[in-house]
């Protein structure tokens, strides 16, 4: 079983900057897809962007696309999210996941594994 530990969060000014880290552990060998997801008080968890874990591809909503950029290391012990003009629209608590579907997942039901989050709030 895969363990997924976020870090980084915080408060931050409108147009900031934040990275936020997510260390993997354990079962790493069947995973493809490692994606970020986040989720606002009274709101459902909206996808924000996945990479594959084996060929590095990207993909990311709309709503961050060009404001945030996911990334991990060579070891591929850890995921990053790097954000960018952060905006008061951003507040939420942000999930790392975890997926062995081979092919980039956006929803939350094709991920296998969660982390704990980490609140991040951003101030106007």
């Known amino acids: 079983q895969v363990q997924l530990v976020e870090s980084g969060g915080g408060l931050a000014q409108a147009g900031a900057s934040l990275r936020l880290s997510c260390a993997i552990s354990?079962?790493?060998?069947?995973?493809?897809?490692m994606g970020w997801f986040r989720q606002a008080p009274g709101q459902e968890r909206e996808f924000l962007s996945a990479?594959?874990?084996?060929?590095?591809?990207?993909f990311y909503a709309s709503s961050v696309k060009g404001r945030f950029t996911i990334s991990r290391n060579n070891a591929q012990t850890t995921l990053y999210l790097q954000m960018n003009s952060l905006k008061p629209e951003d507040t939420a608590v942000y999930y790392c996941?975890?997926?062995?579907?081979?092919?980039?997942?956006?929803?939350?039901?094709?991920?296998?594994?969660w982390g704990q989050g980490t609140q991040v709030t951003v101030s106007s």
């Open positions: 990479i594959g874990w084996i060929g590095g591809s990207t």
């Open positions: 354990g079962a790493t060998d069947d995973l493809f897809t």
């Open positions: 996941a975890a997926s062995k579907r081979v092919v980039i997942a956006a929803q939350p039901s094709e991920y296998d594994a």
